[in-house]
C-alpha cells in the first residue's frame, strides 16, 4: 500500500507541474498586458505633444513639467547629479525626499537624461499597480477578475490624471507600494506564513521613504490586520466554547 501510495503521489505531483506551469505562464501575460496598456495610454500623451499645434509643451529638448512639485523633484535630482551644484541656500537632498529622488538620480548618473526621465519614468512606473491587483485576484481564486480589476486601477481617471508624463511626482508609488503591501498580508493570512508577514511588515516598514505622507497609511493598515487577526482568533476561541459546552451538555 506503501508503494503504491507513493506512485500515486508522485504521479499527482507530476501531473499538477504542467499546470503550474501554464498557471504562471498566465498570470505573467495578464500582468505585462494590463502593464502594457497602462503605459500605452500615458505614452499616447507623448505623441499628443508631439505635434505642430502643441509646439507649447516643450521646452528645449524634453516637455514641460506640469506641477510645482515635478519641478521641485526634478531640481532636486538635477542638483543632486550636476558636477558643481549652484549654492542653493537649503535646498533638498536627493535622500531626504524618497525612492523618487534616489532612484531618478541614479538613473541620470547611468545617463538618463533628466527631460526624459520626468518623461518616461510616469510611463514605465505608473502601470506597476497592475501587479498587486493581478496577484490579490489570483490569491482570491480568480487570475482573469484580477486582470479586468488591474486595468480599471491603471486607467482609473484620478490615478491616470496624476501618473501622466510630465507628473513627475511621487504619486506613481503612492498608490503601488502600499496595494503590494496588502497582497502580501493577505497572503500571511491565507497561508499563515510568517515569510510572506515579514515581507509585508518591510513594506510598510520603508513606505514613509516612499511617499513622504505615509505614516498615516502605514498605521492603518498594520491596525487594521492586527484587528482583524485578534477578532478572529475571539471568534475561534467563542466557537470552541461553544463547542465544548454543547458536548458537556449532551452527556
Request: hydrophobic content about 50%; proline content about 4%.
Amino acid at each position: 500500500m506503501s508503494r503504491r501510495k507513493k506512485l500515486h503521489a508522485e504521479l499527482d505531483a507530476a501531473s499538477r507541474t504542467p499546470q503550474r506551469w501554464a498557471s504562471r505562464t498566465l498570470l505573467l501575460l495578464a500582468i505585462l498586458i494590463a502593464w502594457g496598456a497602462g503605459a500605452w495610454l500615458r505614452a499616447e500623451w507623448v505623441r499628443n505633444a508631439d505635434k505642430p499645434e502643441h509646439a507649447d509643451y516643450k521646452w528645449k529638448d524634453g516637455y514641460l513639467l506640469t506641477t510645482h512639485d515635478s519641478f521641485f523633484y526634478a531640481s532636486v535630482i538635477e542638483q543632486g547629479t550636476a558636477a558643481q551644484p549652484d549654492q542653493l541656500v537649503q535646498h533638498a537632498d536627493i535622500y531626504h525626499q524618497g525612492l523618487l529622488t534616489l532612484l531618478g538620480a541614479a538613473l541620470v548618473k547611468m545617463g538618463v537624461s533628466l527631460p526624459m526621465l520626468t518623461t518616461w519614468m510616469p510611463i514605465l512606473i505608473a502601470p506597476l499597480i497592475v501587479v498587486p491587483v493581478i496577484l490579490i485576484g489570483r490569491l482570491y481564486g480568480s487570475t482573469l477578475w484580477g486582470f479586468c480589476a488591474g486595468l480599471l486601477a491603471v486607467g482609473a481617471t484620478s490615478y491616470f490624471s496624476r501618473t501622466t508624463p510630465g507628473y513627475f511626482d511621487t504619486d506613481m508609488f503612492a498608490v503601488t507600494w502600499p496595494a503590494m503591501a496588502l497582497y502580501f498580508l493577505l497572503r500571511a493570512h491565507r497561508e499563515e506564513s510568517r515569510a510572506w508577514l515579514l515581507a509585508g511588515a518591510l513594506m510598510l516598514m520603508f513606505y514613509p521613504f516612499v511617499y513622504g505622507s505615509g505614516a498615516s497609511v502605514v498605521i492603518a493598515m498594520s491596525l487594521c490586520f492586527i484587528g482583524y487577526r485578534l477578532l478572529l482568533l475571539v471568534l475561534e476561541q467563542l466557537h470552541q466554547r461553544n463547542k465544548t459546552a454543547v458536548g458537556a451538555g449532551g452527556r
